[in-house]
């Protein structure tokens, strides 16, 4: 007789924990969270079900359900609303159709996607309002729209006959034009400055999708190539996109050394600060464990510091990089935890937010996870300018995502069956010393 798997401990959730927004699919994780730009609205994605909801902040109450085709994508972050928040922006993979053949006596696979497309939804209704493909589509793995709303910006692997691996491809497709232009670079998504007049994004080694052996810098929307920052010599792959500080002057990327080629089970993280005009290095820091990489926050803080969270099994540490230097500014150690999510930067450069997982989700092959089993996630909010731990906040089971509100008053994060908020304004009111809670 098999011995019965105990239940996880259960700890009281924090009284921080508020507003809770309801998932018509109580067992569903959301996986993603955004809000409107004036902070009435949020949106959240399930993933692989893929559906999104809208709710209303105050009341909680659900305003609108678009229900996007199920499959499993590259990423959960599957949806881009448009600046106003009246329309939303998904893809759809579909299933590849494969043929293969010889060409010159060597063996070659024929790929086609033709149901790999764009799809537009109403937020007011959930309806589908359009959808557009390019002739002949290629396979949509990632789209995102641009900071200005006028262009998605797709990476893609392109239909066509291939004796070796399939190239990736960048393509933006104007909202207003409706024409597709081709884009420099062929290794992951794009970031864009703030400004929106510049990209960044990695190159691959002689379209070998494997490695990156650069960095381009294109201009936006014309698309033309400005430089190419050419990686140290050695065999890299990228870690993480590449970011612009909130000048768009400098540039801060990480990419993995390996010892050689297709010898994945070791490697050493670099980060490294660029000035984009001339293109030139200016400072690298590399991490100090071999086989790690750094989950970093999605944007600088306003003293130009880029926190990440170490992903190594023993001890993980929350480190507030100064760029463009490279030095640590400060660093502190989160705890012996199985999971942490990337860091959260208040708006207002308050806090730093992650969020901690003890202990391995129990999940069998084809059954539906069991909650009970599963740890419970810490919230632990940090000063960030000093790295001082504020507090430390047990969430329900499956809590993932934190997102600040726009004004930085209170924060969501994304749960089983839904997502909740937390109310952080008697924080921002303390004028002196933060608690420092157990």
């Known amino acids: 007789m098999l011995e019965a798997i105990p ?12 507003q809770r927004y309801v998932h018509p699919d109580r067992d569903d994780v959301v996986g993603s969270l955004e809000f409107s730009l004036d902070g009435s609205k949020l949106v959240g994605g399930t993933y692989p079900k893929n559906n999104l909801q809208i709710w209303d902040i105050g009341t909680g109450k659900q305003l609108t359900l678009i229900d996007t085709p199920d499959g499993y994508k590259s990423t959960s972050d599957f949806w881009s609303p448009s600046l106003d928040f ?24 024929k790929k086609q996607y033709p149901d790999s497309r764009i799809q537009v939804w109403s937020s007011e209704d959930g309806r589908l309002l359009e959808e557009f493909q390019e002739s002949p589509p290629n396979w949509i793995r990632l789209a995102q729209l641009s900071p200005g709303g006028d262009d998605l910006v797709t990476w893609e692997i392109p239909a066509g006959i291939w004796t070796a691996r399939e190239p990736f491809v960048q393509r933006a497709f104007n909202l207003r034009d409706r024409q597709w232009r081709s884009l420099p670079g062929t290794w992951g998504p794009v970031t864009f400055a703030d400004n929106s007049r510049k990209l960044a994004t990695f190159a691959s080694v002689d379209d070998n999708p494997d490695y990156a052996d650069s960095i381009v ?10 430089r190419r920052i050419e990686l140290p010599e050695g065999v890299h792959s990228i870690d993480g996109d590449p970011r612009f500080d909130e000048t768009g002057s400098l540039l801060v990327a990480g990419f993995r050394t390996y010892e050689r080629k297709n010898v994945w089970n070791k490697w050493q993280t670099t980060l490294a600060s660029f000035d984009v005009e001339t293109g030139e290095a200016i400072a690298a820091w590399r991490f100090p464990f071999d086989n790690d990489s750094p989950l970093p926050a999605r944007q600088f803080t306003g003293r130009g510091t880029w926190m990440m969270v170490t992903l190594r099994n023993e001890m993980k ?5 100064k760029t463009p230097e490279m030095t640590i500014e400060w660093e502190t150690d989160l705890g012996d935890f199985d999971y942490a999510e990337r860091p959260v930067v208040a708006p207002d450069d308050r806090f730093v937010a992650v969020i901690c997982t003890p202990g391995k989700l129990q999940h069998f092959p084809g059954k539906p996870i069991d909650w009970n089993l ?3 996630p810490i919230l632990m909010l940090f000063d960030c300018q000093s790295g001082a731990l504020i507090e430390k906040a047990y969430l329900p089971v499956g809590s993932n995502r934190l997102t600040f509100s726009p004004d930085g008053q209170s924060a969501v994060f994304a749960s089983v069956g839904g997502a909740y908020s937390i109310d952080l304004a008697d924080l921002l009111a303390e004028s002196g010393r933060f608690p420092n809670l157990p």
């Not at 259960?10 to 009284?15: A, G, L, Y």
């Not at 540490?317 to 990089?321: D, E, T």
Request: aromatic content about 10%.
């Open 217 to 226: 810098i294109a201009d936006f929307p014309g698309c033309d190539e400005l």
């Open 317 to 321: 540490k929350l480190i507030a990089l």
């Open 86 to 109: 009246s329309r939303f922006y998904t893809w759809h993979e579909g299933r590849p159709v494969v043929e293969r053949l010889e060409v010159n006596g060597e063996p070659a696979v």
């Open 374 to 376: 599963a740890t419970q």
């Open 7 to 18: 239940l996880a401990e259960r700890f009281p959730v924090s009284p921080r924990v508020g």
